[in-house]
């Protein structure tokens, strides 16, 4: 049973959900969901099958490129007896313009369950509402919930707790890590810092929200300019490419203007002795890390990224067994 909080499963309420934001979770839910994502690694790597969800299909829909997150959902429904079936919006009708809800309206009758990574968090939304099945947020320009449960795992199995632990992430505060992060820490009882240049900082709501919840829940919020501020005494470093998917456009500038928030060797020794690092992937070396700290003693990346596979699977059997 994890940390200090007594879980009731009556009040947990995930059968027919949505997963679109960590913000709409309890976090007796969020610890709820690390357990179950415990449990189904263990009996995966005992190879104990677990056909949780049999016959059952998750349609995928992807209008951006992923290697984890398709990769992770895809073998993680295999692994739970079901199958998953990929919907690039190249190729489907969504491409050429049939609408959200209609779309929405047609694959509830056949799937069990979507998974969507898309531009703006309002088309999630849009599918949300008008699917009868329940609709998972595989990324979108706000959010990326999925990889936060994944990093919170991580972060248990290698701090042993959550709740206590300083979480400072570097870089662009306006995307989706920051955004999803914030919400996921303040659930757990984690402080989070956030280090961005003028003008890159959170969403004014998502951040005004978060702090309102860490009050609730006993963690705090820090949004500053100054890296070394937020570094100090963290106990886990996290940080994301520079120039997300979308806004290609924009790298020139974005180099330039981040070129003081890389999370080196320098920045690092604010940090506790035994700070772990974070990173979502795919990364870029010698722009927002160097190789020293990604591919260093302190990198967990690696099982962060198989943690995808893990949490996604309890996501997916909570959601829809
Ligand atoms: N971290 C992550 O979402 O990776 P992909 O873009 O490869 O899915
Ligand atoms: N912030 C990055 C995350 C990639 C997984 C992006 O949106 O491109």
């Known amino acids: ?5 007594k879980l009731n ?8 959900k949505d997963f679109l934001q960590l913000s709409d979770f309890s976090p007796e839910e969020i610890l709820y969901l690390l357990d179950e994502a415990q449990e189904l690694k263990a009996m995966q790597k005992q190879g104990k099958p677990h056909p949780y969800l049999s016959g059952k299909v998750l349609g995928m829909i992807f209008e951006k490129s992923s290697t984890r997150t398709r990769v992770s959902f895809e073998v993680g429904m295999l692994q739970l007896g079901g199958h998953a079936i990929f919907l690039s919006s190249r190729d489907i ?43 998972i947020n595989g990324l979108t320009d706000l959010q990326h919930p999925t990889q ?12 042993g707790k959550l709740a206590g632990l300083k979480l400072c992430y570097i870089g662009d ?51 500053t300019n100054d890296p ?52 979502c992937l795919p990364a870029h070396r010698g722009e927002e890390v160097t190789a020293e700290i990604i591919d260093g003693p302190h990198s967990v990346v ?16 909570l959601l829809l067994a």
């Open 302 to 317: 690696f099982d962060e990224a198989e943690n995808r596979l893990h949490a996604q699977k309890a996501i997916l059997k």
């Open 1 to 5: 049973m994890l940390e200090a909080i």
């Open 9 to 16: 499963e009556n009040k947990l309420q995930f059968k027919g």
């Open 93 to 135: 009708q969504l491409g050429r313009g049939e609408s959200i809800s209609d779309t929405a309206k047609v694959l509830s009758r056949y799937v069990d369950g979507l998974m969507i990574r898309t531009f703006g968090h309002e088309s999630v939304e849009e599918l949300a509402e008008h699917a009868s099945i329940p609709v």
């Open 228 to 279: 070394v501020e937020a570094v100090k005494g963290a106990d886990v470093i996290v940080t994301d490419v520079w120039t997300s998917m979308g806004q290609e456009e924009e790298t020139e500038k974005r180099l330039k203007d981040f070129a003081s928030y890389q999370v080196n060797k320098e920045l690092c020794q604010y940090a506790k002795d035994d700070f772990i690092f974070l990173h």
């Open 173 to 223: 505060g306006n995307n989706n890590m920051a955004h999803s992060l914030m919400e996921g820490a303040v659930k757990v009882g984690m402080d989070i810092s956030i280090a961005s240049p003028p003008g890159y900082l959170p969403n004014g709501k998502i951040t005004e929200k978060a702090i309102k919840a860490g009050k609730q829940y006993g963690s705090t919020v820090m949004i």
């Open 148 to 159: 936060v449960m994944a990093d919170l795992l991580t972060i248990l199995e290698h701090k």
